[in-house]
């Protein structure tokens, strides 16, 4: 597998160029008024030059997100500019992109102030995942090399690759009933072996036999996946991705010095990733969910401060003065003396100290010979004593790592502590091409870094470089299923067009395997429309109409609901709407609508005769009576109470009926009028406007009509369903 091509490396009369130009900036920016600032930060922006060699490493952690610039000359990294910026909210889980708009945000601050500083435009990136949910994976291959001259480079990259890809099979096996995908988000080479015997180095050798053993990291696809939506958002492109604490290895405990059994812990605000080195190897990985945070908890619930003010705190424990200062959640200014708040923390200490010194035992098979910790949580009071004391070593032998530890790395005059070992880490493990644990492929005229490493298909390449399921595989519109009045509706949507894809020029399928160097063109498949449908597609002349109906207000007209509302007739129709449309425009549609029987009585409009075709105008009055007089008061019928008194009660001149359930005595009428129907509507909690509830009306259990009459000893129902 050929190696990613290589940028030159810059000379030091270019780096003393870089920085004096920066210098010279930064001065400018300084003395211009606030007028003009804005010009002189539109003429930066239109004179950045290309990123060219320099490395711009991210480290997107749970507290802060931390950005170095630098590059690599004669093996040494020469940083070249720093940025940090701390998350306003916790959008950062135990190393999680939870809210990725919100660090986003933050790290396109981290990169804009970079960008504007050293007159650069950032398009490529390295960055690493922390060891969240992290799975490990041993395994080695064994390779033929009795036909070959010599063992290049080339060939040792190739044969991990092969190697990874074993071990992404092992792990996929491992999990298979998880619904995560995982990806190889670094590996560590144990040993190498050629005819059995231990090498360090493999290239320019002769044998019969190589046999690579290795370690590979795995993450779940949610962890990745989270990284890239932030760099996507910012507009960088992943250049190379490895674990967090392979890349804080490579500046701390370089190979040279792995020999000794050694222990890293990079303690951020969410996480404790750890890597065992030993015998010249990293030979473990664990992480632990535990970090800087726990104590910032504990930390909140003793003072009862915000989270930012707790971080504050442990801040000022770690400076020179004796006493900290902090307001609680009312608002109260509080002093306190170092050593006390360092006594209240120091359950919290001990307790992360025991999660830590357990989980690298438990990776390591016994107690380290000596731990380095790095991060924004290894600065926490007595933390290390507490570990050394708990694995039984030195204290002396349990040290914080800074610059004063990274080897091989130029920090200038900067003065950089534990937290910035991983983001220079990352830098640098990207530039010495040891985070190649992916493959590189030109798709649709540009490069990919692949960074999952086992054996892609077309279609997993696809969706790692960002194209949508939709725009892979395309898909049909979506049909349209609704109810109107009663009856089932289905639209299709339409058709949609497939993708075209060819690798190395010839037509290909989604199932394709893909290798180092192959060239991918993908034409994104067209997918077809959703179907649409508006009320007015079914009834254009909506219409309302206010009318009186027996002394009551009611509505005429057409009218359209949605699921019980009404709408108007630009209303987009949704799936499993359930739409109806009422057209009670003439006096025959409404009168069924409301009830009324035209066959029993004389229905009059206005006082007036009509027939059932007239078309009902707003204000109509609408009755069973010729003329217009004003409607009778309703006296409020008697409801009969039950009693114990064994004689009837005198009812008089009175219709007794069941109504609605309840007994009850209607008067007799002045006009000694027989009671209709609609008599009784006033005693009914009726809504006549809603149309969209069901009106019941029986007597005897049989369907009425208004006009019906009613006669002592009927049972009455008036009411509305639905």
Do not use: W
């Not at 870089?18 to 922006?45: D, E, F, H, N, V």
């Not at 924004?376 to 070593?393: P, R, V």
């Not at 217009?628 to 064994?646: D, R, W």
């Amino acid at each position: 597998m050929p190696a990613p091509k290589r940028r030159g490396r810059p000379r030091k009369d270019e780096a003393a160029a870089r920085a004096s130009t920066a210098k010279s900036t930064a001065k400018t920016a300084s003395k211009s008024t606030s007028g003009r600032k804005r010009s002189t930060a539109s003429a930066a922006k239109k004179t950045l030059k290309p990123q060219g060699n320099i490395i711009f490493a991210l480290d997107i952690g749970t507290r802060t997100v931390v950005g170095v610039l630098g590059y690599m000359e004669n093996e040494v990294f020469h940083i070249t500019d720093t940025e940090s910026v701390p998350h306003l909210k916790r959008a950062m889980i135990d190393g999680q992109v939870e809210d990725i708009d919100q660090v986003a945000k933050v790290a396109l601050k981290v990169k804009e102030t970079l960008e504007q500083r050293n007159s650069i435009k950032l398009s490529e990136v390295s960055v690493a995942a922390a060891g969240r949910a992290l799975k490990t994976y041993r395994v080695s291959m064994d390779f033929d090399v009795s036909d070959k001259n010599t063992i290049t480079a080339d060939m040792v990259r190739t044969m991990e690759y092969e190697t990874i890809q074993k071990a992404q099979t092992g792990i996929d096996e491992k999990f298979r009933n998880e619904d995560a995908v995982f990806y190889c988000v670094g590996h560590s080479v144990v040993h190498y072996y050629l005819d059995d015997y231990v090498m360090s180095n493999l290239e320019g050798h002769k044998g019969e036999k190589v046999t690579v053993d290795l370690i590979g990291a795995f993450l779940p696809d949610v962890v990745v996946e989270g990284l890239y939506a932030v760099t996507d958002k910012i507009g960088l492109k992943v250049k190379s991705m490895t674990l967090e604490p392979i890349a804080a290895m490579n500046v701390i405990i370089p190979p040279e010095i792995r020999l000794i059994n050694i222990a890293l812990v990079d303690i951020g605000a969410g996480t404790s990733d750890i890597a065992v080195a030993r015998d010249g190897a990293i030979v473990a990985y664990a992480m632990a969910t535990v970090a800087g945070d726990e104590i910032s908890e504990d930390i909140v619930r003793k003072y009862l401060v915000d989270f930012n003010m707790a971080e504050s705190m442990k801040i000022q424990a770690g400076g020179d003065d004796s006493e900290i200062t902090y307001k609680d959640i009312f608002g109260r200014e509080k002093t306190i003396s170092k050593q006390e708040f360092i006594e209240n923390c120091s359950p919290s200490v001990d307790s992360l100290a025991d999660v830590i010194s357990q989980t690298v035992c438990d990776a390591n098979g016994q107690s380290p010979a000596a731990m380095f910790l790095i991060g924004g949580g290894s600065m926490a009071s007595g933390l290390t004593d507490a570990i050394a004391k708990k694995l039984g070593i030195d204290p002396g032998r349990v040290a914080v790592g800074g610059q004063e530890f990274m080897k091989n790395v130029d920090v200038g005059a900067r003065k950089l502590g534990p937290e910035y070992v991983t983001p220079v880490g990352i830098a640098v493990t990207a530039c010495t091409n040891m985070a190649y644990d992916f493959s590189t492929v030109t798709l649709n005229g540009e490069q990919v870094r692949v960074f999952d490493t086992k054996s892609l298909s077309v279609f997993e390449l696809l969706g790692a470089a960002g194209f949508k399921t939709s725009q892979i595989m395309g898909h049909s519109g979506a049909g349209l299923k609704f109810v109107l009045n009663g009856e089932t509706k289905i639209i299709k949507g339409t058709a949609f067009t497939p993708a075209v894809i060819t690798v190395n020029g010839k037509p290909s399928a989604l199932t394709t395997k893909i290798k180092q160097g192959d060239e991918i063109t993908l034409v994104p498949a067209v997918n077809g429309e959703n179907a649409h449908a508006f009320i007015r597609d079914y009834a254009k002349d909506i219409t309302k109409v206010n009318v009186v109906f027996c002394g009551e207000n009611a509505v005429a007209g057409k009218r359209a609901f949605a699921n019980g509302k009404e709408v108007g007739t630009d209303y987009e129709i949704q799936p499993l709407d359930n739409i109806e449309i009422h057209d009670s425009r003439t006096l025959g549609a409404f009168l069924m609508q409301y009830g009324g029987d035209t066959q029993m009585a004389d229905v009059f409009v206005n006082g007036d005769s009509v027939p059932e075709s007239y078309i009902l105008n707003e204000g109509d009055k609408v009755g069973f009576e010729k003329a217009e007089k004003a409607p009778e008061p309703v006296t409020v019928p008697k409801v009969i109470e039950e009693t114990t008194e064994s004689e009837p009660e005198d009812k008089g001149n009175y219709v007794s009926v069941i109504f609605n359930g309840v007994p009850t005595d209607l008067p007799e009428k002045e006009s000694k009028t027989p009671y209709m129907l609609i008599d009784l509507f006033a005693m009914a909690d009726i809504d006549i406007e809603n149309t969209t509830k069901r009106l019941v009306l029986s007597i005897n259990g049989s369907s009425a009509k208004f006009t019906d009459k009613i006669e002592s000893g009927d049972i009455v129902v008036v009411k509305q369903e639905g």
